[in-house]
């Protein structure tokens, strides 16, 4: 489903999905105190966090790269309250 770094993520339909609309924006989709996951290599009993924070962004990816930017107008409007017979 992700694309991988600078390549668009294609859900059904072919509409844009909500992970390149993160990606194009903040350009990572998950930083920690400003420094890309990248250069978060810690030593010592630290070390295991990198490894969890990389986990995080993953699963976010996956669920930000199946929903498309569709979905949002299609459960905006499922919101909406109806006008009809209002009085």
């Known amino acids: 489903m992700d694309g991988g770094p600078g ?9 844009i999905a909500r992970l390149d609309v993160v990606r194009a924006v903040a ?3 998950i930083t920690l105190r400003g420094e890309s996951l990248d250069g978060l290599d810690r030593p010592g009993p630290a ?3 990198s ?5 995080v962004e993953s699963d976010a990816a996956a669920v ?5 930017l569709a979905s949002l107008l299609l459960s905006d409007a ?7 017979g209002a009085a």
Do not use: C, K
């Open 64 to 68: 930000l790269g199946g929903l498309s």
């Open 51 to 55: 490894g969890a924070w990389r986990r």
């Open 7 to 15: 390549l668009p993520v294609v859900v059904a339909g072919g509409d």
């Open 47 to 49: 070390a295991g966090l």
């Open 27 to 29: 350009g990572e989709l």
């Open 78 to 84: 499922r919101e909406q309250p109806s006008a009809i």
